[in-house]
């Protein structure tokens, strides 16, 4: 095994993922000899640390849209020598397993970044056994609260008020209430019994630093332009966090989120 492998098989915990997930790890319930479904698998955490303290009884599934993320999960598995696990390509509104074959399902952050929501959360209800816990991670609306109310002092001070309606827009296509999920989740045909809210903080030098950190590049930016296609106001974005952080002596950003438990216990739709 090479030195660059050997580190590897340590990076594990992705920034941005790792406080959901140790929230659902906290909350999911490992039982002997189930199977265990992981909803848009990414980087292969928590799938295959649930694989691993789960032990060789019990087998987990991972499915992501990513081919990159298939790659990197089974190089993950080789080298961790992860037997009790298995990843596929795929999408979630359509998961090519049998009903009721799962005792457990958990989604980090997963099910919010699909393309039919309820249809992910019907095909859930069907592959879980009944009285099964699927565990559920999400981040919240007022994520990146403070770029946001920039970005919109600034659309609205241009005038710009259709814009502002599409940053809105933007905000809830991406990161939909505690209500909303409540609701997705009841009617799919589950119960609920809790929802734990929490959050974190990433703290920068300045505005920035922000937006050219590689991750807010890699996962937000493009779209953030995309709501006016004009760079000059981007950059007046910019210069306006950079004031604040000039004030503060750092820029924060928040990221709360919620983790619903929930168990399957009555019949879809009802």
Same mark, same amino acid.
């Given at each position: 095994m090479t030195r ?7 990076d594990?915990?992705p ?8 929230t659902l ?8 000899? #189930? ?14 640390? #649930?694989?691993? =303290?789960?032990g ?7 499915i992501d849209?990513s ?5 990197? #999960?089974?190089e993950k598995m ?10 596929i390509?795929?999408?979630?509104e ?6 009721? *074959? *799962?005792?457990?399902?958990v989604a980090?952050?997963?099910v919010?970044?699909?393309?039919d929501?309820?249809?992910v ?5 069907r592959v879980?056994?009944p009285?099964?816990q699927m !565990? ?5 609306p007022?994520?990146? !609260? ?7 002092q600034?659309?609205?001070?241009r005038?710009?008020?259709e814009?502002?309606?599409?940053? =809105?827009?933007?905000? *809830?296509?991406?990161?939909?209430p ?12 589950f119960?609920? =019994?809790s929802i ?9 030098m300045?505005g920035?630093a *922000?937006?050219?950190h590689?991750f807010? =590049?890699?996962a937000?930016r ?10 000059g #106001? ?10 604040i952080a000039?004030?503060n ?12 438990d929930c168990h399957?216990?009555?019949?879809a739709?009802s």
């Amino acid at each position: 095994m090479t030195r660059l492998n050997q580190f590897l098989i340590y990076d594990e915990l992705p920034l941005w993922s790792a406080p959901f997930g140790l929230t659902l790890m906290d909350t999911l319930v490992l039982k002997p000899g #189930i199977k265990i479904l992981d909803i848009g698998s990414g980087a292969g955490f928590p799938m295959l640390e #649930i694989a691993e =303290r789960a032990g060789k009884t019990s087998f987990v599934y991972g499915i992501d849209p990513s081919e990159d993320s298939i790659g990197m #999960i089974t190089e993950k598995m080789r080298l961790k020598g992860i037997s009790n696990a298995s990843v596929i390509r795929g999408a979630a509104e359509d998961l090519p397993f049998s009903d009721c *074959f *799962f005792g457990l399902i958990v989604a980090n952050n997963g099910v919010n970044n699909v393309q039919d929501e309820g249809k992910v959360l019907a095909e859930c209800h069907r592959v879980l056994v009944p009285d099964g816990q699927m !565990v559920l991670t999400m981040n919240l609306p007022h994520t990146f !609260v403070e770029f946001y109310d920039v970005y919109d002092q600034v659309l609205l001070s241009r005038g710009l008020t259709e814009e502002s309606d599409r940053l =809105r827009e933007h905000i *809830f296509t991406k990161r939909k209430p505690v209500e909303y999920w409540k609701d997705k989740i009841l009617k799919a045909g589950f119960t609920i =019994r809790s929802i734990n809210m929490d959050g974190f903080k990433m703290r920068f030098m300045n505005g920035t630093a *922000f937006l050219e950190h590689s991750f807010i =590049r890699r996962a937000f930016r493009r779209s953030w332009e995309e709501v006016t296609g004009d760079p000059g #106001i981007f950059r007046d974005v910019e210069e306006q966090m950079n004031k604040i952080a000039s004030l503060n002596g750092e820029l924060t950003m928040s990221v709360p989120y919620a983790c619903f438990d929930c168990h399957k216990t009555e019949p879809a739709g009802s």
